[in-house]
């Protein structure tokens, strides 16, 4: 099956996320603590769940509630896909009314379109016994310590996933992947603190690709202040760098907010990576981190599981263009620590260049600006100016794109601090490079343009990108807000110089009326003497 999802499912989702997905439904009750009570040790599958035996007696399992609580039991299957004429579901399902220790496989073997999932079962996982199933849940909510979905040929549809009561949810393991997911709501990852997070791996798409992913998310939240605990983990829920993750998967997210962030764990034999495309149809920020390693952010030295960031803000047409969009996503979280770089198509991204993790290489910064993009923008959003990042190679192609670089007042306001890109190779490629300066908060940078005044950029201008090289010749870069600036009444012009060290950017004086015809008078009597020399 191939996952095909427009983002205008993503455009809905702030509708999604505001009202019910479905009507009001009747809640069919699976009685896993029954099960639990009399120490049920078999895995269960939806066909054969109707009652077990039981000391020669039949023990029914599924049943609903009237008001005052009275349990009627069923003596046939509930219809789990049963709707009404709008297509509305008209049931939901809960495992359990209160928390138990029980912890089995339930597989369904039949479609499912239900309005919610409750689950109060430890450690009890759903999945589907083939993808001739379908499955479409409004709400996923955990209310113990571990819930979620799995099944490599598992297609889950859900609105949203509700761990408010501090449970943990998987959406697949590494040895129990999901095969696609549709999140149309919000992931809320409040999770407890016994270790694990709230955990994705979804890697079963045909040929998938950023084009074509395995899931696509709406929105990402965390409330929680703890750091470790705000963490969408990648292939392994719980601490630890012993088990290898070793699929791919490409998943859109259209938001990350508040605390959220992720982590791609995995032994230091693993060759999988997640890459994620942040699709932002608005401006999003979080205060999360970017990891590779553990939850307490511990990494191995040599290895692991990667993560790779793409910045494409953008919506989708039904037949497949894309329409692109200005939206920013902000991670501001004190780790960044990832491998897999970083590829700027459209909107902004921008991550914190004083984290834990920013010296280490971070693999290549791509500027590729799609063509109809009204930018593609990487920068920073430190607390204080003056950070580096670090990355491998500059790569420049199609429309190139555009580094932000923040100035302010050093402490003793004598002169002016920037941030700064350190790349231990070189810049290759070709195309426009903007180097955008702004002020410490990203507005108007006028007040500071002065301390960049020189006679000489290439003597004295500002370092603001260092590399082994200088960048190749189809690299060319330039600024957009002041091209041009007046200060004390002179004329000033941009420059920046392309050295075999670095990018040096000044600010040099127009020459006057006079200067300028006299520059234009040498040049055109050397280009006399030159025709008079191939004569």
Known sequence: MKLHISTNALAAAAFLSATPLFLAAETYYFDTNTLGSIGYSSNIVFSQSLSIENGGDTVYLWYTKSD????????????????????????????????????RTFTFDTDINVE????????????????????????????????GFYGNTTNLVVGDIDNASGSVTNLGTTSNPLKSLLLTGTWNLTANGG?????????????????NPDAVINRVYSSNSNASYSLLSYGICYTGLTQAINEDSYTWFNSFEETAGIVVSGSESSTGTLTAVFTNSATATTSGSLWEGDRDFNRNENGGGKLALVMRSSTQTETGEYIYLNATQTFSGDYMGFSGGVDMISGGLFLNYSATGAERTHGNLKLRKAEGAQSAVFGSCARAVGGTFVFTDLEVSDGGGTIRVRLDINDDGSDIVLDTLTFTGKAVGGGEVTISLTNYDGNDPYDYLAYL?????????????????????????????YKTFEYNGIQYIFEAYNGADGLYIGYVQVPEPAEWAAAFGVLALAAAALRRRRR
Not at 196 to 211: K, M
């Open 116 to 147: 919610r999932i409750d689950n109060f079962a430890t450690n009890f996982v759903p999945r589907m016994q083939s993808g001739d199933y379908s499955i479409s849940v409004g709400t996923i909510s955990g209310h113990s310590y571990y819930t």
């Open 68 to 103: 005052d609580g009275t349990k009627t039991y069923l003596t046939e299957l509930p219809n789990l896909s049963e709707t009404d004429s709008q297509g509305n579901p008209l049931h939901s399902i809960s495992f359990g009314e209160s928390m138990i220790n029980f912890s």
């Open 453 to 481: 005044i020189t006679d000489d950029v290439a003597a004295n201008g500002r370092k603001i990108i260092s590399w082994s090289e200088a960048a190749e010749g189809g690299i060319t870069f330039t600024t957009d807000l």
């Open 195 to 211: 270790g694990a997070r709230s955990c994705l791996y979804v890697t079963g798409v045909e040929n998938h690709s950023i084009d």
